[in-house]
């Protein structure tokens, strides 16, 4: 199945770091130096995705330190989101103990700053803990610790993903907009970005209304957009945690206008976004000009998403058309599910 989606608004410069081919080098090798795939050919069908490019394009101005490290966790993050949606025969992941087991083991390793070994602990484990090492040295504590509660909410989100399944409960539309950030890893690409960029700012402007909403904003979005690009892969597997999907089911609506209501979600959101960063330059000069960049920064996760999800990834299947053409009429969402 391929479904056609309408171009999605998004007004930002298209950029990608220079480094993008060093990068995608360096994480090849650091999958196959711990292993984190059964073989050859399956490396080469992640390859064929080039979640290189995507880190590029999110974190143009990343140094290659920064770049490496940061395509190492995206790749990770990918290879776990893949193994929470389809675990097949992933002993990890057969049943609701040995789930809560691996995911407390990784959080440990964050917590406690160990070292797990290949040969003892197992691939997934030594891969973390290697790249955590390295994301150590070039942050503060205070980013570890966000890093360290971001992970935990991707785990918390899982399980909440778990634990529906498990006992065969749809999600609500309400539901899956709160968790859908924290499904996808958007937290932790925006959480990213001062490491990634170098932008220092004080946490009070971070946790500011109009900044944290700026920020949800961009995850929301990120979100959003790859629920579109992935519906078609998802629908094959059954995933129901997409929402297309949810806003087909809880609104009755055909495909088409699923595709148009999850679209017009998308692009207002992307309006709100840019108003308010209008309206951003409320703090000292100093503050103001670094918020500029941040903002400037969660615009390029924004649009790199969409950059790599149309030109260059294997990972989705659909059509993307220049002009919205899907869908007729306007209708209404069902009222509380906004």
Known sequence: MQVVIPRLYCPFPSRINPLVHVADEHTTQWVRQFQLVPSHEILEFYQQQKFAWMVARMFPNADQDALCAFCDLNTYLFFLDDLFDHPGAQSEFNGKDKFRYFVKRLVDILRNNEEPSLEKDGAMFAALGDLWQRLKKMSDTSWQQQFIDGII??????????????????????????????????????????VAERIALP???????????????????????NDLFSFSKEI??????????????????????????????????????????????????????????????????????????VNETSRYSFIYHDEPSLGAGVYQLKRGNR
């Open 236 to 309: 094959e597997h059954l995933d129901k945690y997409n929402m297309v999907a949810i806003l087909q089911r809880e609104n009755n609506l055909s495909l088409d206008d699923a595709i148009m209501a999850t679209v017009r979600i998308h692009d207002e959101q992307v309006e709100e976004f840019i108003a308010l960063s209008k309206k951003a330059a409320i703090f000292d000069e100093a503050e103001n000009t670094a918020l500029s960049n941040y903002i400037n920064a969660l615009a390029a996760l924004m649009r790199g998403n969409i950059d790599w999800s």
């Open 203 to 225: 946490g009070y402007v971070y946790h500011h209304q109009l900044v944290h909403r700026l920020t949800e904003l961009c995850r929301n979005t990120v979100c959003w957009a």
């Open 153 to 194: 909410a991707i785990f918390e989100a899982a399980v909440w993903q778990f634990e529906n399944e498990r006992q065969q409960v749809l999600p609500s539309l309400t539901d899956y907009m709160q968790k859908r950030q924290y499904l996808g890893a958007a937290n932790v690409a925006t959480d990213t970005i001062p």
